[in-house]
């Protein structure tokens, strides 16, 4: 079955640090990959996605991601992290056969300045 | 504008009654989801279509409805069968395969709470 696992489910880092969290899929056929990012009050917002191609991508405000298809993971990254990042942020696939989008159960970041 | 509109907003339901919540899109796409976000469960996906007349149940679809007449509008029909109603529901859309950029759009929510 079709799912994804996100085994941080709370993080708190200080200004500046590194981020990184793990993201794991199980679908074996081709799968878009997406990280989503919701903060305080506000809708889902875009931050990356993954359809083909270079398995580094990069997207807004500094994250970027590597596909790694050995590994069936899509891990989020982030040099530096500021006060602003702190958010939940969402892993998900899209099985492109069917259509079906599945995302994980979230990671709570929490920047402390 | 284009985008997803989801209404409304709150809904308060009482036990024991049926309550229809409302998502259209002008986006032009062809696929829509339904999700139920609850704290530390993340997004669940309870219905999806891939096209008009078409829909599929997802993870969780049990005590929920959908129909797909329109490509613009996707109802969510939550029905009194479904045990745990009390949640964050969003709406999504996304272009259908086969064209090079499928992310989905998110509404903002409808928060449904059953008193």
């Known amino acids: 079955a079709q799912s994804v696992s996100q085994h941080n489910h709370h993080v708190i880092l200080s200004e500046a640090a590194s981020l990184e969290l793990g993201c794991n899929y199980s679908?074996?056929?081709?799968?878009?990959l997406f990280w989503y990012v919701q903060y305080p009050g506000q809708h889902l917002q875009l931050l990356l996605k993954?359809?083909?191609?270079?398995?580094l991508v990069k997207g807004i405000k500094g994250f970027e991601a590597e596909f790694i298809k050995s590994k069936f993971s899509f891990n989020l990254r982030k040099p530096s992290v500021q006060w602003s990042d702190t958010a939940e942020y969402f892993c998900?696939?899209?099985?492109?056969?069917?259509?079906?989008?599945?995302f994980g159960t979230g990671t709570r970041l929490l920047v402390s300045p | 504008d284009g985008g997803i509109t989801q209404s409304p907003k709150y809904l308060f339901r009482k036990e024991g009654q049926n309550v229809t919540l409302s998502c259209e899109q002008n986006?032009?796409?062809?696929?829509m989801y339904w999700y139920r976000q609850d704290p530390g469960q993340g997004l669940r996906l309870i219905y999806y279509?891939?096209?008009?007349?078409?829909?599929q149940k997802g993870d969780i679809a049990e005590g929920y409805s959908v129909s797909r007449e329109k490509k613009e509008s996707f109802p969510l029909t939550v029905t009194s069968a479904q045990k745990n109603p009390t949640a964050f529901y969003l709406c999504?859309?996304?272009?259908?395969?086969?064209?090079?950029?499928?992310?989905?759009?998110f509404g903002q929510g409808t928060r449904l709470t059953v008193v």
């Open positions: 999504a859309s996304s272009i259908r395969q086969g064209y090079p950029n499928t992310e989905a759009f």
């Open positions: 679908y074996g056929g081709t799968v878009n």
């Open positions: 993954y359809f083909s191609g270079d398995p």
């Open positions: 998900a696939s899209l099985n492109t056969g069917f259509q079906k989008l599945v």
């Open positions: 986006l032009n796409h062809d696929a």
């Open positions: 279509s891939q096209i008009v007349n078409d829909f």
